[in-house]
Every structure is written in structure tokens, then in C-alpha cells.
């Protein structure tokens, strides 16, 4: 990992472990400097970086300072892994209900832009929040790029798998979110009636070099569910 | 506006009258500093830009490539002004339903971190989509920031007249989503049932320097809306 990713990893850590607010400035330049003891363009680097994230915002002449919301409990759809870092203080359960190797539907093919032989795996899980039903979720991983998932490996995180036993380098997600209706399915698992509203959002997880490797399809329970997303700065 | 913003600006035309598509490649480095004039580090700021806001993502030692995902009508919640650019090439309408200076709710003053003696502008407006009912849209604005608004501003574009006419620098956006239920009012506005499920987008625009300015709240038509998010880059 580049250095200046390493730095604005810990002062993410610091703004939480200081449980600094909306509005509080950060450390000048040089304090960070001195502090990580590592160059201006490495702390400039990294200020963009957490800028880029929203966890800051940089005022030209002021220095830079901490951005986030008052609102508990909401899942941020825009950090990757936003579930576990945004409801931390939640009990969160998974319950593993399908995971085998199999060929694409029509849909997954579009969507990971792949080939009818193109192997994928497929994880269905049923998620739970302080023990109340939260969303199924159902995701394709392209095997050519995840070539082995087990049960394990699958209710403990697939991210941090991906992450650090692949080195796989995931690189920007498109989501598409709408209310749908449940099917019987879903609705039965989620402890709804069939035809009930749901907020479905589909993902499409990218490599840094652009390809699609992971396509996701999330029914959330709709009185469970409410989301975070951090506008982008204007051009 | 500083000159990467400008050539950033200037770059985004170019994907969109060139119908580049996601993956194709923008021009090198070289290339672009010829093109636009402009010095390396000018181009290096505005890709930076540029990927900050999702238009492309660069790939360490092969070039920058253009993000652009494949569905039509889809509202991009983390573009400013998404409604405007992501659904051109339809007809949209604006109804201005109400437009006042009023005093703030405990809401709007929870949200806009104001004090009950300061006064807000309260705009109400129906819009469609193709002929078609599709959200209802309240919005408070600080008037300390914005001094006037009138039934013109209101019915042309209000983000406009904030950035050329007053001059104010628009900083980033907070979003909150989740599904709600219709009141009888705004369920006759959009041609629904009271009760019937909303896509209810309550968003806090704040300054440059860090200062809410317009608190909005959104009940979008179930049917006729869906969303698209671009998800940050991993840290």
C-alpha cells in the first residue's frame, strides 16, 4: 500500500478513536508532517485522498477539517463496506444460505460483461441487525478473479479475503438502487408478505483496472433499512 | 474557477459529445497539456478531479479511462444537480407549488444547524418526468446565504442562479435515503395512495466552508424513479 494511503488510514483512525465531529479542524500540515514523520506531499497526497473519501473537507487557507453526519444507524452506500464500518455498536448477524460454482444468468452477464462460459460463484446470505431481518443479499463473484470461496470464508468477510489473501485490488462500485417489490420468496426470509416494498440496490464491484468482478442484487427489509450517501463536491 | 476545474470541465464535454463509453481511453497526459494549453500539473489536477468525481479512473502506467455506466433514467444521487444531466433527453417540469421566507422547524433548524430566529426561503415544487408525476420536492434555504428568491429563479435552475448570480461556492452534500410512506397531500400530488411506499431523499448542502445552507426533502414517485450512486474508491 502506498505510503500516503497508509497515513490517511490513521488519521481515519483518529478522527474515531478521537470521536471527532462534523466541522473539527485536523492537524496543520506540518503538525501531520512531524506527527507521521513523513513529507508534505505524502500528507497532501493523503488530505486528497480523505477528501476524495469525504471524510474531510479542505478549506482553502484554513486548514482541513472532519466531515460526518449526526445520524445513527444509516448504512453508507458510499464506502465500500459501509455495512460494517457505519453500524458499528450494531449486532450484525449473516446466515449463509447458498454458495455454489455455476454458470451466469443473462442478467449477470451483462452486468459483469462477461460470457455465458465464464464460471461465477454465488453467495446468498440472509442479513440481520440486533436480530431482526435486514436483507437478503445475493452476490456473483467472477471466478477467473475469486477463484475459491468456502463456507468460512464467506460468513467471516469476503472483503478482507479478497483483500488480503488475493490481493485483489477492488477499485470503484456502481450501484443502482429502487424500490422494488418482494418476491415469496424474499418476503418469507425477510418476515414480510409478498408484494411488500423493498429497497433493492444492485452493485457492480470493479478492479482498478476496470473490470467488473462482483455483482451484488440486496433486497432490504424497508422499515429496517435507511442509507447515507456523500454527494460529490461541485465542479 | 481555477483552470484544472476548467479543463475538467472542459474534458467531461468532451466524453459526453464523443459518446465515450466506460472503458475507452482519454488522451495521455502529453496529449491533453497540448489540447488544452495547459501545463502537466494543470492536467494532472483535473484527472484528479475528474476521478474524485467519478467520471474516470486511472490505472498506474496505462492511462485514464472513462466511467460511464450502461442505464438510462437513472438519477445520479452523487452528482450535484444528477436530476439536470443524467436525464437529459427527457422532458422534465417543474411545478412551484409554494415559495416563502418563513421561520425554520425544529427540523430544519436540527438539519441546517441554525438558530429559530433566523429566517429560511421554503420553495415546494412538483416535478415530471415525461409527462408523468415524479417527486415532490421541499426546500429550505438559510437566508443569510441566499438574500432573494423569486417565482423566475425558482422555475429556471436555483443552483445556477446560486453559482453565477450570487456567487456562492457550493461545497459537498450529505444524503440521507430511505423508503417512507405518502401523506394524503403529497400522495395527491403524485397521483398515489396515502400510504403508499416513497423514496423519501432528505439532503443538506453545505458551503465550501463547511456551512449547511439548504436543507431538502425529496418524496419521490416509487414507480418512476431509480438511482445511481458511485461508490468511493478503497482506501
Known sequence: MPKYKEVAQKI???INSNDMKQGDKLASIEELMKQFDV????????????????YIYQVRGSGSFVRKHK????????????????????????????????KPTHEVMANLNIAENEEVYYVKRLRSIEGRKFSVEESYYLK??????????????????????????????????????LNK??????????GDPTVLLESIFYLK?????????INYHYEESQFFIQGASYI
Not at 39 to 54: D, F, M, R, Y
Not at 185 to 194: R, S, W
Not at 209 to 217: A, R, T, V
Open 12 to 14: 481515519i483512525q483518529k
Open 39 to 54: 513529507g508534505k506531499n505524502t500528507i497532501l497526497n493523503a488530505l486528497t485522498e480523505l477528501e476524495k473519501q469525504a
Open 71 to 102: 445520524r445513527e444507524g444509516y448504512i453508507n452506500i458510499t464506502e465500500v463496506n459501509g455495512l460494517r464500518n457505519n453500524l458499528q455498536g450494531f449486532h450484525l448477524d449473516a446466515k449463509l444460505l447458498d454458495l455454489k460454482a455455476t
Open 144 to 181: 477467473s478473479v475469486v477463484p475459491y470461496l468456502n463456507q468460512q470464508i464467506v460468513e467471516d468477510s469476503i472483503f478482507n479475503y479478497l483483500i488480503d489473501d488475493l490481493k485483489i485490488e477492488p477499485g470503484f462500485i456502481d450501484h443502482f438502487l429502487r424500490v422494488g417489490k
Open 185 to 194: 420468496i424474499n418476503a418469507d426470509l425477510l418476515n414480510l408478505e409478498p
Open 209 to 217: 483496472n476496470g473490470q467488473p468482478f462482483d455483482y451484488s442484487i
